[in-house]
């Protein structure tokens, strides 16, 4: 039954230090370690969703995602993707800038039919420091529903949940969505 089965690749993107390494171990080991380091890699992790056996391939970069726009190994995940993880942290403006522009770089290159329903999730992390926050959830909110993305805060650190949720979030829409070509 091959329609109970999904497979989507993922990437994770945002600027350095925003938590993608810890948003993807979350999901991967329920953990968050503290400290990750400078790998490559690409992890698969399945799961069920809505009685669906999912399996996510997901590719966690170390390098900032400023840099590498515009260079081929960034062309490359944007081709090979399903789904964008597109994260930035609430203590960071600097990092939620940098997912606005993502966004648009993202749209121009997948010509998604439904582009109200991008498979792209933006993902303010380390809500935990919300004492220290810079970027308001609405004005996030408000960047999501103007460019057709789901929106969701979470915090790798305190909260498994909220982590699991925002990618099953996401496996929805990447169902949903249709590309053009
Ligand atoms: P990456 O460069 O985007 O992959 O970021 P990392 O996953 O390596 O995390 C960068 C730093 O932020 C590490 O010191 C993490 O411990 C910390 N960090 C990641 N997520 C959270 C979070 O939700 N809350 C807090 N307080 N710290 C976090």
């Known amino acids: 039954a091959d329609s109970l089965k999904m497979d989507a690749n993922i990437v994770v993107m945002g600027t350095e230090s925003v938590g993608k390494s810890a948003l993807t171990v979350r999901l991967l080991t329920r953990r968050f370690i503290g400290e990750y380091g400078d790998i ?15 399996t996510l391939n997901i590719w966690d970069s170390p390098c900032s995602e400023d840099l590498s726009v515009e260079t081929s190994l960034f ?18 403006r600097a990092s939620f800038n940098s997912v606005s522009r993502l966004i648009q770089t993202i749209k121009s290159t997948k010509d998604y039919l439904n582009a109200d329903k991008a498979p792209i999730v933006v993902v303010g992390n380390k809500r935990d420091l919300h004492h220290r926050r810079t970027v308001l959830s609405e004005e996030a909110r408000l960047l999501a529903l103007n460019t057709g993305c789901h929106f969701c805060e979470v915090s790798a650190a305190e909260n498994y949940h909220s982590v699991l949720m925002m990618f099953h979030g996401l496996v929805g829409r990447i169902k949903g969505a249709k590309l053009t070509t």
Do not use: N, P
């Not at 690409?42 to 669906?52: A, L, T």
């Not at 062309?75 to 960071?92: P, T």
């Open 40 to 54: 490559e890699s690409i992890y698969s992790h399945s799961f069920m969703v809505d009685e669906r056996r999912t």
């Open 75 to 92: 062309e490359k995940k944007v081709q090979w993707a399903d789904g964008f993880v597109l994260v930035y942290s609430i203590c960071d």
